[in-house]
């Protein structure tokens, strides 16, 4: 079993700056495939960003040069680095992970996943 707790969301103006974190824990892999996700009000559950088993980095358009994903093995820890926040960010923004060799846009619901931070940004 994997335990995953993201921390760091908040409220912020348009043009700020988050850093979430996502720590793990039990069985835990360096290598596993990171994602997050996130959930816009009244909306469905989409990919941000994340890091395969392999390294690459994946990033859905919307969020290209403003998100940066990272991870600390050491820490078991994996962030997300938000820059330039607009309204349309406001979510809940979800950590998954499995030790599958799959990319992180693939990461489903049968995968490990934590409960969720807010992440609100007014106008």
């Known amino acids: 079993q994997v335990q995953l707790v993201e921390s760091g969301g908040g409220l912020v103006q348009a043009g700020g700056s988050l850093r979430l974190s996502c720590a793990a824990s039990g069985r835990t892999f360096s290598s596993n495939t990171m994602g997050w996700f996130r959930q816009p009000p009244g909306r469905e559950r989409e990919f941000v960003e994340g890091i395969s088993w392999s390294g690459r980095i994946y990033y859905a358009d919307s969020v290209k040069g403003r998100f940066t994903v990272s991870r600390d093995n050491a820490k078991n820890t994996v962030y997300l680095q938000m820059n330039s926040l607009k309204p349309e960010d406001t979510a809940v923004y979800y950590c998954?992970?499995?030790?599958?060799?799959?990319?992180?846009?693939?990461?489903?619901?049968?995968?490990?996943w934590g409960q969720g931070t807010q992440v609100t940004v007014s106008s």
């Open positions: 998954a992970t499995t030790s599958k060799g799959i990319p992180p846009t693939y990461l489903g619901d049968n995968d490990y």
